[in-house]
């Protein structure tokens, strides 16, 4: 019986999700942050398996968005189809509209080079090259973008410092990458990302291999970052969801079941089902 | 002929893995006597390598007692007199396979980026079968082709252009024959390029998709991921395939016997005949008459036996060292 209703409320009525989104924004209209980016019926393939399933959601501008869903919904399937890494996968495909500053990123003539430059992306997995010294690690970006920076030790040490990063390795810079814990390679990875200065940030689960306390600093970097950056991170974790983020966005096997400011979906979710997911009872 | 790929590689890192299970007290009786099995046939095959170096030193025992160290140095070759130095086949030999990898290398690389990184999806996999099949070809059946085909357009195109534009150097002098350590290097290049190629191809496929996706993730085209993601990682793997390509431009004899022309010679010129190792004992084995002649014959195929052995395992060293630290991840 629950199932049932679950799945009512859940079912894509294509302006549902819109009009959450749109309440939401009307909420936060005192701050009024601008939409930095926007998917209008998103929909994405891996072969002939849909995995994305039309959605439709605004990404607000120096905000930190958080999407949440059970292990396969296509949490990252979905961020990744908003710097176009989406496509890079052999078979995949993706149709809808994903909007930066309101250009399609999806139109014809757009370089998904330049796409991805300014949406920067931390992998779930760190994966710094570990043919690469810290130092080239980070300047890689702009190196791979032409960009040759005049004082090149000073780009280097204001990412390392925004990924608080800087006093761990400022002895160590030629090191290889790969020599640093996981924790310290996924801080490098976002220092890498931070260097190019990309408009919008987008991290998928960047904490799931790591202990408490590098989890704790990158969270604390989050709040840092959103000064300057629009981020969306994806996590399995609701606690750090609540805490980190403005806005949060529940998928549920390829849907946008719900989205809104993080206090009020974590206090009245709107569906059943987030109210299942946030509570434990599923996923 | 021995065509290393990447399957055999693997297969050869399995013996020590069987060995560790097999001193391992958990076995059961079936897996203690199946590796045993294993265990003695991989013991059986270093054996039979062995045999065959300590027979061919015996062979070429009175060669080594008369020209001793000078054998590798006298550039004399004359059956008829006795006299016998292997520099001439030597210098052949690194010259032919020096000038076959200048050609193949770039050519081999190259293809293996387009198989592994650039081609679209359905293409890669027929082409890379392609490649492989190329590798499978019978060297005679080259040899054929470099008679008919190569040859004749060395000599009538190549060569005569060649000495036109560039005829001041002394690599280009002399008449154009069509054979000569040209065709030799040029058919050996065709010859090792599918090897090579095709172990590069699989090296980079091991590259774990994450680094890729890093590169492009930064702002990367496709090209700039294959230098700066992927290149990086299966350097080693690539120069491992470069030396197994050696190692078979170094041993091949069938193809190069029928285009290097054959002569016991060291001339600068590349349009000038020469001969290999492997292409004075396939032409003059049957024919030695005297013991000093076949012995002589056997210390060049002992250099041969030597040389290859040491690259070989070198190359799979190289190779297999890439096959383990990146395990063919992909996906994200
Ligand atoms: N490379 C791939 N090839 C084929 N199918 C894939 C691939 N990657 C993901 N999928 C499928 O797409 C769906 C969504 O995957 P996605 O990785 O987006 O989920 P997710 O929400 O990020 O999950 P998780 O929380 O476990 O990371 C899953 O059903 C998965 O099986
Ligand atoms: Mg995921």
């Not at chain 1, 702009?142 to 006093?167: C, F, M, S, T």
């Not at chain 2, 350097?235 to 030396?243: C, E, L, P, S």
């Not at chain 2, 016997?257 to 002569?263: A, L, Q, S």
């Not at chain 2, 056997?298 to 052995?309: D, I, P």
Request: glycine share 8%; charged share 20%; net charge neutral.
């Amino acid at each position: 019986m629950m199932a049932v209703e679950a799945s009512r409320e859940a079912a894509p009525t294509p302006g549902s999700a819109g009009d959450t989104a749109r309440s939401a924004e009307a909420r936060a209209a005192a701050t009024a942050p601008a939409v930095k980016m926007q998917t209008e019926a998103l929909r994405a393939w891996f072969g002939a398996h849909e995995v994305l399933k039309a959605v439709s959601l605004s990404i607000p501008e120096r905000r930190v968005t958080a999407v949440i869903g059970p292990s396969g919904c296509g949490k990252s399937t979905f961020i990744r189809c908003l710097n176009r890494m989406h496509e890079v996968v052999p078979g995949a495909r993706s149709a809808g509209a994903v909007l930066l500053d309101g250009v399609d990123i999806f139109e014809r003539g757009v370089d998904p080079v330049l796409v991805r430059r300014r949406v920067g992306m931390v992998f779930q997995r760190a994966n710094p090259f570990p043919a690469m010294s810290i130092a080239d690690n980070v300047l890689a970006g702009l190196r791979l973008n032409g960009v040759r920076p005049r004082h090149p030790e000073e780009v280097v040490e204001r990412a390392l410092a925004q990924a608080a990063l800087w006093d761990e390795v400022k002895d160590i810079l030629s090191r290889s990458g790969a020599s640093l814990s996981g924790g310290q390679q996924q801080r490098l990875c976002i220092a890498r990302t931070l260097a190019l200065e990309p408009e919008v940030v987008l991290m998928d689960e960047p904490c799931s291999a790591l202990d408490p306390i590098a989890t704790a600093r990158i969270e604390e970097l989050i709040h840092e970052l959103k000064d300057r950056y629009t981020i969306v991170i994806v996590t399995h974790n609701m606690q750090q969801a609540a805490r980190v983020s403005d806005f949060t966005a529940f998928f549920y096997i390829g849907e946008l079941v719900e989205h809104g400011e993080t206090d009020a979906l974590f206090t009245r979710p709107q569906k059943a089902r987030t109210e299942d997911y946030i509570t434990g009872r599923f996923g | 002929m021995q065509r290393p790929n990447a399957l055999d590689l693997r297969r050869a890192l399995t013996p020590s893995a069987s060995f560790w299970a097999w001193t391992g007290t958990e076995a059961n009786l079936g897996d203690r006597l199946f590796h045993g099995a294993a265990a003695l046939c991989a013991f059986g095959v270093v054996a039979a390598l062995a045999g065959m170096g300590v027979e061919m030193i015996r062979a070429s025992l009175s060669s080594i007692e008369r020209f001793g160290l000078g054998f590798v140095t006298e550039v004399t070759w004359d059956p008829v007199r006795e006299l016998f130095g292997a520099a001439p086949f030597i210098f052949g030999t690194i010259v032919s396979s020096l000038l076959a990898l200048a050609i193949a290398v770039p050519v081999a690389v190259g293809v293996a980026i387009f198989l592994a990184e650039l081609a679209p999806a359905w293409l890669r996999t027929p082409a890379s079968f392609v490649v492989e099949l190329l590798a499978a070809i019978p060297s005679v059946v080259y040899g054929l082709w470099g008679v008919f085909v190569l040859a004749p357009w060395l000599r009538d195109t190549v060569q005569p252009a060649l000495a036109a534009a560039l005829g001041f150097l002394p690599f280009f002098g002399g008449p154009a024959r069509g054979f000569g350590m040209l065709a030799g290097g040029l058919i050996l290049a065709i010859m090792i390029l599918p090897t090579i190629a095709s172990v590069s191809r699989d090296v980079m496929v091991a590259v774990p998709t994450s680094y890729r996706e890093a590169a492009l993730a930064l702002g990367a085209t496709r090209f700039e991921t294959v230098q700066v993601a992927v290149l990086p990682h299966a350097k080693a793997g690539i120069v491992g395939a470069v030396i197994l390509g050696l190692g078979r431009a170094l041993g091949e004899t069938m193809a190069v016997t029928m285009v290097i022309g054959n002569r016991a010679e060291i001339s600068a010129s590349l349009f000038a005949p020469a001969a290999t190792l492997a292409s004075v004992i396939a032409n003059e084995y049957a024919e030695a008459t005297s013991d000093l002649y076949l012995a002589a014959l056997s210390e060049l195929g002992l250099m041969l036996f030597a040389v290859t052995l040491i690259l070989n395992i070198g190359a799979r060293l190289l190779v297999g060292k890439v096959g383990r630290a990146a395990p063919g991840v992909r996906g994200g």
